[in-house]
């Protein structure tokens, strides 16, 4: 019929059509990789110097005659090696390209872009040195020798792709001679990983390790390796059917290696099919479509299934569904949830086991690592994970049963529960004095603010302080109001819809409840509505504010409720401006908080941000609150900033900038500069400041010494005080979006830590800053 040949015709002009796009999608994949690994330099990795190399006294010190100190140091006691040299954050990762991911066994240099790619993932998730090293030796026991040889130059060795039974060979070889850690990614990077994700399955299906029944396909190095794993977390030897190529691995097969014979059952079962019935877990190591639909039919209820071929699993999820809609599932890949991926493992088991000095990796340090990994997909999902895949849903249970790769709080959790384990088992030549300090390193390291928030966290301790957010109803604020009650001793207030703010933290995955974890204000109902809105007519009935333009206001306007309730004690600080205009927050925050215009009291100074920069941290100001300041405000950001310095820990370093410096010309933004230094100059301060100069005369203090040799700094500043907020806010912006600086505020200065006005860019993580900034009492900082 012409209609059939009509539909037949369209259905196969659509068929070639996704056909092409399928075909055009792979080629500028193809073309982009190439592009990725080829520009703007070959390869991924490059070498950098970590010691100033400017001059003959460096040369000196790093070479000859300075270089034999460290020499003789390191033969009388070779342990000092990690002291003078890189050997203690180096590692090796070796292969000889026998089994490359789902290439096979393409050779060692076919290899190496691989490995570089290893290396570069130890240095962005755990900062570990990485030299890749491909080697043409397929012989195991010459590969070992050469392995072992390296020893005197890593403080730990990735054995990577080597192909199964050589790979055992290779690494029980190298471990029995090597006194420092090697491991073999591919079997206990998958088997810990695997581990974790087996263990909260099982807690979402209400299983136990040794109940559960185990169907595994691939006898491969990553297969044996998950198997073992699973033995030591409890399940029973009889209740593990491998399968391989052949079929069943059983008793009465003769091609069996060491490793499979270990699983061989007594049965007169052969297949897959044969064995799947009542399996509890499937176990998927081996290759595209080996599990059929029909066979999950047969397993137990909510059966686990880890189908981790690679690039196409034994089974996807989406048939798994059709027939068994409660099934937990796991895949190897990042477009399906519950990616069992190596990376939430080695850089952080190499992590912790190269700061203790450990002599190898152990089976104590591999189930550390498995319950931190399984621990952290149950605890509140961080905000950076949830800022990194946004869209996800990142609540525990089937669906996210171990954590992303980009999760900051890995390192710290997983690195520190492999110390711990490499100190209690004995394997720690460098033990660690202080396990919470070491973790709060990690952590820093991460999370770049940790370290210099520190002494405003501990001060905000001393004290518990109301804070309400202005903004409730944003994520951003619901996750930071959670960290700060697991965190600090505040308690956070939420302006908001009750409803809509448990809708949105059980989506975010979080476990605080409004109404029960904090208190909620509720514009549109709360009781105090009545006192809120008669107060603030009371204070702006002389600035036209009527009765019914004041209730209006403060059913509508978050800032001005949250301005309110500070101002009648019903909380401490405020905290606002996640979204909306700077100067709009301001507006309201000193008509309720500030004093009357003409009179003493608190007043908006400046706007005060901490750019946290690899070489230390740069305070700015005034970025937003004063367009043009007078030379009394400029003076005024200066006392203030010097003072809220302190609360980091610094000692303040003033420089006021402007286009002027030191008097050489004569511009609007000298002559103000000029005016700040002789208000500055009238009365005795407690810290250092100079003006009027440019920004480089200011960081550099050759600079400043050859223009200016008496200037009355020590070193570079800490702080710019600018004469206009347009350089202020350039600087900061130009730092922040570059990615040079991480931003801590900005903290609204003058108004006795009462309120703070954030940025519509700032993160959870900001705002917690924020709030432990706002949690500190004002006797605290002067």
């Known amino acids: 019929m012409p209609t059939d040949r009509t539909d037949e015709t369209t259905t196969a002009s659509a068929t070639h059509s996704t056909e092409d796009r399928s075909e055009d999608r792979q080629a500028q994949l193809r073309r982009a990789a190439l592009r990725y690994h080829e520009e703007p330099k070959p390869g991924k990795l490059e070498i ?21 100190e460290a020499c003789l140091e390191i033969k009388a006691d070779p342990a000092t090696a990690s002291r003078y040299t890189s050997r203690g954050n180096l590692v090796a990762v070796v292969s000889n390209g026998s089994a490359v991911l789902g290439l096979g066994n393409i050779g060692a240099i ?36 050469i392995v072992c040889a390296l020893e005197p130059t890593f ?7 080597i192909k199964a039974p050589e790979c055992f060979i290779v690494e029980q070889l190298c471990r029995e001679r090597m006194n420092i850690p090697v491991f073999h990614d591919d079997q206990h990077g998958t088997a810990i990983v695997v581990g974790a994700a087996a263990t909260n399955a099982l807690r979402v299906a209400g299983k136990n390790f040794a109940d559960i029944k185990v169907v595994s396909t691939g006898g491969g190095a990553a297969g044996i390796a998950c198997l073992n794993m699973l033995l030591k977390l409890g399940v029973k030897r009889e209740n593990v059917w491998l399968c391989d190529i052949e079929g069943l691995v059983h008793s009465e097969r003769t091609d069996l290696n060491p490793q499979k014979a270990d699983y061989a059952q007594v049965s007169d079962l052969r297949t897959v099919g044969d064995v799947i019935a009542g399996a509890d877990l ?60 190596n990376v939430l493992c080695f850089p952080f088991i190499f992590r912790g086991a190269l700061d203790v000095g450990a002599t190898e990796i152990n089976d104590e340090m591999k189930i550390a690592c498995i319950e931190g990994i399984a621990a952290l997909a149950r605890a509140t999902t961080s905000a950076e994970a949830a800022a990194a895949y946004q869209g996800e849903q990142l609540t525990f ?36 004095d202080d396990i919470a300090g070491y973790k709060a390193k990690l952590d820093g390291s991460v999370f770049k603010s940790a370290l210099l928030m520190k002494p405003v966290f501990a001060a905000a301790n001393q004290a518990e302080r109301r804070i309400v957010f202005a903004e409730g109803e944003d994520e951003r604020v619901l996750r930071a109001a959670s960290a700060m009650i697991e965190e ?20 975010s995955g979080l476990q605080i409840r409004p109404g029960v974890d904090f208190e909620i204000v509720n514009p549109e109902s709360d009781a105090r509505y009545r006192q809120y809105w008669s107060e603030y007519h009371k204070i702006m009935a002389r600035r036209g504010v009527t009765p019914d333009l004041a209730k209006a206001i403060l059913r509508t306007n978050t800032t001005a409720i949250a301005a309110i309730m500070v101002h009648l004690g019903h909380a401490d600080s405020m905290i606002c401006g996640t979204f909306g205009q700077y100067l709009w927050h301001l507006n309201y925050i000193s008509q309720v908080l500030g004093a009357p215009q003409g009179t003493q009291g608190l007043h908006p100074i400046g706007a005060l941000s901490l750019m946290i920069l690899e070489d230390g941290p740069l305070f700015i100001a005034d970025t937003h609150v004063h367009p043009e300041p007078t030379a009394q405000q400029i003076a005024e950001s200066c006392i203030a900033a010097a003072r809220h310095v302190r609360r980091f820990g610094l000692e303040p370093q003033v420089a006021i900038c402007s286009h002027s410096q030191f008097g050489n010309l004569d511009c609007a933004s000298g002559r103000v500069t000029r005016a700040a230094m002789e208000i500055l100059d009238s009365a005795p301060r407690n810290f250092a400041y100079e003006g009027e100069m440019h920004i ?5 203090v050759d600079t400043r010494e050859r223009i200016f040799p008496d200037s009355r700094l020590a070193g570079p500043a800490n702080v710019l005080v600018f004469a206009n907020s347009d350089a202020a806010s350039g600087v900061r912006n130009i730092l922040k979006t570059k990615g040079m600086g991480l931003e801590v505020g900005p903290i609204l200065m003058g ?14 993580r900001g705002l917690l800053n924020m709030s432990a900034i706002a949690g500190t009492p004002v006797a605290h900082y002067g």
């Open 48 to 68: 950098r110097a970590t010691k100033p190399l400017a001059n003959g006294r460096d040369l000196s010190l790093a070479y000859s005659p300075g270089v034999a």
């Open 110 to 145: 076919a290899s190496k872009p691989v490995m570089e790619g290893k290396a570069v993932l130890f240095k962005k998730f755990a900062n570990i040195d990485c030299f890749d090293i491909e080697v043409n030796e397929a012989d195991p026991y010459k590969l070992a020798d």
């Open 155 to 161: 403080g730990a060795i990735n054995l990577e792709d």
């Open 282 to 341: 499937f176990l998927g190591l081996s290759g595209p479509g080996v599990l059929k639909p029909e066979m999950v039919a047969k397993m137990a209820p909510q059966p686990i299934i880890f189908a981790l071929a690679n690039p196409t699993p034994e089974i996807t999820p989406e048939e798994v569904k059709k027939v068994s809609p409660d099934a937990i599932m796991a895949t190897g890949r990042s477009d399906y949830p519950n990616q069992v991926n």
């Open 397 to 432: 249970g089937a669906e996210y049963l171990i954590p992303k790769p980009f999760d900051p709080r890995l390192m710290g959790v997983v690195a520190t529960a492999v110390a711990k384990a490499a100190m209690a088992s004995g394997v720690a030549t460098r033990p660690l």
């Open 488 to 507: 600090t001793t505040d308690k956070p207030i939420l302006i908001g819809r009750p409803e809509v703010i448990a809708v949105r933290a059980e989506r």
């Open 696 to 700: 480089d005369s200011a960081l550099s």
């Open 751 to 764: 108004m006795g830590n009462r309120a703070h006005i954030v940025t519509p860019s700032i993160t959870s």
